[in-house]
């Protein structure tokens, strides 16, 4: 049973020894105190220094003492989303994290603000910019899908400044990436670049949409726009180019050839390159033979 002062100067005294030797690491480190007690209510005081300590982003301090807490409304107020997705929508950024900040400090000074609640909101701030970017035919799952916004959305919920952190975050990665959206020709350079590389391997519309965390049909439409021919002829026709090139160059194997043009299906290579040639992989082999003796003599 320590003297209450005496026990509050070597605590935080420990805390300010440990933020010190811990130096710039990012931590948010709390220390929760409970009260002198019994053997029997040691484990209700346990819970309630856990509860304590799960409310602490609306308490500044760093050492919380049980004999001074006070519960927290853990009624989660729903902020003013559509105003917040008006100011997303016409790039108003720096207003929407103004007005984000706001309602952390009005839930801060009316005590409310604890991890549930804040959880809440990273939750909703977190709807909100996904469906915006969807609403865009962005595939926000997969543009965020990465270890550092797991990393920051984990932290997001522990204070009011790492969920401002949070939703910096989730701004400027959907700000970034909407202006590309808007430059279709770099997407579709970066698709078309991927396919000049990689035509010979199994690609579908869906592998090319999760390059650049885009709808497959949008996809496959700005592509088309863009280049003149869906993303299917642009493949066949590397495809063909390259068996066309084997074929008048080597004499592989016409069924070699056809897996290494990215054809698994002998018969389906077959059909395919005699619909974009108008013969069959080995009358093209041929004809290519006798133009050669041709040019020779």
Same mark, same amino acid.
Request: glycine share 4%; net charge negative; aromatic share 12%.
């Given at each position: 049973?320590?003297?209450?002062?005496?026990?509050?100067?070597?605590?935080?005294?420990?805390?300010?020894?440990?933020?010190?030797?811990?130096?710039?690491?990012?931590?948010?480190?709390?220390?929760?105190?409970?009260?002198?007690?019994?053997?029997?209510?040691?484990?209700?005081?346990? #819970?309630?220094?856990?509860? @304590?300590? $799960?409310?602490?982003?609306?308490?500044? +301090?760093?050492?919380? &003492?049980?004999?001074?807490? *006070?519960?927290?409304?853990?009624?989660?107020?729903?902020?003013?989303?559509?105003?917040?997705?008006?100011?997303?929508?016409?790039?108003?950024?720096?207003?929407?994290?103004?007005?984000?900040?706001?309602?952390?400090?009005?839930?801060?000074?009316?005590?409310?603000?604890?991890?549930?609640?804040?959880?809440?909101?990273?939750?909703?701030?977190?709807?909100?910019?996904?469906?915006?970017?969807?609403?865009?035919?962005?595939?926000?799952?997969?543009?965020?899908?990465?270890?550092?916004?797991?990393?920051?959305?984990?932290?997001?919920?522990? #204070?009011?400044?790492?969920? @401002?952190? $949070?939703?910096?975050?989730?701004?400027? +990665?959907?700000?970034? &990436?909407?202006?590309?959206? *808007?430059?279709?020709?770099?997407?579709?350079?970066?698709?078309?670049?991927?396919?000049?590389?990689?035509?010979?391997?199994?690609?579908?519309?869906?592998?090319?949409?999760?390059?650049?965390?885009?709808?497959?049909?949008?996809?496959?439409?700005?592509?088309?726009?863009?280049?003149?021919?869906?993303?299917?002829?642009?493949?066949?026709?590397?495809?063909?180019?390259?068996?066309?090139?084997?074929?008048?160059?080597?004499?592989?194997?016409?069924?070699?050839?056809?897996?290494?043009?990215?054809?698994?299906?002998?018969?389906?290579?077959?059909?395919?390159?005699?619909?974009?040639?108008?013969?069959?992989?080995?009358?093209?082999?041929?004809?290519?033979?006798?133009?050669?003796?041709?040019?020779?003599?």
């Amino acid at each position: 049973n320590s003297d209450p002062d005496v026990l509050r100067r070597d605590v935080e005294r420990f805390m300010a020894f440990f933020m010190e030797g811990m130096g710039k690491a990012e931590l948010n480190v709390l220390c929760g105190v409970g009260m002198w007690s019994t053997a029997n209510l040691v484990y209700e005081d346990v #819970s309630c220094i856990y509860t @304590m300590m $799960y409310e602490s982003p609306r308490n500044k +301090k760093k050492v919380l &003492y049980l004999q001074e807490y *006070e519960p927290v409304s853990m009624m989660y107020e729903v902020p003013d989303l559509k105003n917040w997705w008006d100011m997303m929508k016409y790039g108003q950024t720096g207003e929407l994290k103004e007005a984000v900040e706001r309602y952390l400090d009005i839930l801060a000074g009316q005590q409310k603000l604890s991890s549930r609640n804040l959880q809440q909101l990273g939750l909703d701030l977190t709807q909100m910019v996904y469906s915006w970017l969807g609403s865009m035919n962005i595939y926000a799952h997969m543009l965020f899908d990465n270890e550092e916004n797991n990393k920051i959305y984990g932290r997001a919920a522990l #204070s009011s400044h790492n969920m @401002m952190q $949070y939703l910096e975050y989730l701004l400027s +990665k959907a700000m970034e &990436y909407k202006d590309v959206v *808007e430059r279709p020709h770099t997407i579709v350079d970066t698709i078309r670049d991927y396919m000049d590389h990689h035509f010979q391997e199994n690609l579908s519309r869906d592998d090319l949409s999760r390059l650049v965390f885009l709808n497959p049909d949008y996809l496959s439409r700005l592509f088309k726009k863009e280049m003149g021919l869906s993303i299917s002829s642009y493949l066949i026709h590397k495809r063909i180019d390259l068996a066309k090139e084997l074929l008048s160059t080597t004499r592989t194997p016409v069924s070699v050839i056809s897996s290494q043009a990215g054809y698994d299906n002998f018969a389906y290579f077959t059909k395919v390159f005699k619909e974009k040639t108008g013969m069959s992989p080995n009358e093209y082999r041929k004809n290519c033979q006798s133009a050669d003796r041709k040019d020779k003599r």
